[in-house]
């Protein structure tokens, strides 16, 4: 069985558009969110982080188009090109692309768009970043709630390992919309203010949107300075309730088995949980048993929803990148947000900005209808 790793990768965000700038950022204490009140968008205030219009036509500009491309597609385009041309792998019939997202080009049903509504449809969506950069092979959506970003990495490693692919391309991103911000607000889940992970004062989430991209790969000898291995990785499904996680933490638990076991390693390896960290009571508390049932209560572990927000579909794979930048600098990043924990179960909440030798970084999420997934990574450079 091969190595896989995840190598090249691109960010683009309210943080930036590059890897590099977004961490950068990050380290600074510097945030996506802010507060935004504007009806064009939604009925009511609300905090989230948003990609700046104009800086994305920009960018997208200088890849000359041949013709017109719905906004999320931009972000993937812009994000994806990155990664593929930093490979300089050719993309024959042994590359595979997977595209990842929770709401595809919703907005396009919106009134005044200008996209025929068969644009909303994800298989449409996979179509057109296939057609941009002429795949061989037909994109593969992948749209599993919020663990699509980081679920699209452990089916893009086990493409790899069945020999189907020897590379894999992903793509991933979600827009902020109408219809977002209509079904959080209507759980009274969404917060005016920049969210709270695992805190006592806690007021609920914040919608963000990035895409994100990476290369999965065999290749052992072309990598990225910031690679990592992929050791093992698990997803199962709590079956518990259509938008609540088990109380018991129980399907990220098994999730979290199964990639220890693939791995072949112990609770005690692990130098770095990426956890979900929503900000709502229900996840944070779940995650919390989960992590202490799998011995993990002392590992430190952080959030980064209080820098981007919470991105759905393209939120565990932007989360991978950053913990792969982790790795790379030897540095762990702020909880931002966090100042009193607020769970029934101890956990090592990132406080500040600090190096410390890591080598194996565990990534986590979680999303409605009980999915979760469980990945872990290890230093390669």
Request: charge should be negative.
């Amino acid at each position: 069985m091969h190595k896989v790793h995840v190598s090249y990768n691109n960010i683009v965000s309210a943080l930036g558009f590059s890897t590099d700038e977004v961490v950068k950022n990050i380290a600074s204490g510097k945030t996506g969110l802010q507060v935004i009140d504007d009806k064009n968008i939604f009925q009511e205030a609300f905090c989230g982080a948003l990609i700046d219009n104009q800086a994305l036509d920009s960018a997208f500009n200088t890849l000359a188009p041949q013709k017109d491309y719905t906004r999320l597609e931009k972000m993937m385009i812009t994000s994806l090109n990155e990664v593929v041309k930093s490979s300089g792998i050719d993309l024959n019939e042994r590359v595979g692309l997977i595209i990842s997202s929770t709401k595809g080009n919703i907005d396009v049903l919106e009134p005044n768009n200008p996209f025929d509504d068969s644009r909303a449809y994800l298989a449409e969506l996979g179509q057109q970043i296939k057609s941009y950069f002429n795949f061989k092979n037909e994109a593969i959506v992948v749209s599993n709630a919020c663990v699509s970003g980081v679920l699209a990495v452990s089916i893009a490693k086990r493409y790899i390992d069945y020999g189907v692919y020897d590379h894999v391309f992903i793509a991933s991103g979600d827009v902020v919309s109408a219809f977002t911000l209509s079904g959080f607000h209507s759980f009274q889940a969404l917060s005016k203010a920049p969210c709270k992970p695992y805190d006592a004062n806690r007021i609920g989430i914040n919608i963000g949107e990035v895409a994100a991209s990476a290369l999965i790969t065999n290749d052992t000898n072309s990598l990225s300075n910031d690679a990592v291995e992929v050791l093992g990785e698990g997803s199962s499904n709590d079956a518990n309730h259509i938008s609540g996680p088990s109380r018991t933490g129980e399907g990220l638990y098994r999730s979290m088995q199964l990639a220890f076991k693939e791995a072949q390693i112990t609770s005690k390896d692990v130098d770095y949980i990426s956890a979900h960290g929503t900000a709502t009571l229900f996840n944070d508390e779940m995650e919390a048993i989960a992590f202490n049932r799998m011995d993990l209560a002392e590992v430190p572990l952080n959030s980064l929803k209080g820098y981007f927000g919470h991105t759905l579909g393209a939120s565990g794979l932007v989360e991978t990148i950053v913990g792969m930048q982790s790795l790379k600098n030897q540095t762990l990043y702020k909880s931002a947000g966090f100042e009193t924990l607020g769970v029934t179960q101890p956990l090592n909440i990132i406080e500040k900005t600090e190096q410390k030798p890591l080598q194996i970084f565990l990534k986590t999420a979680s999303g409605f209808g009980g999915c979760n997934t469980a990945v872990l990574f290890k230093k390669v450079n």
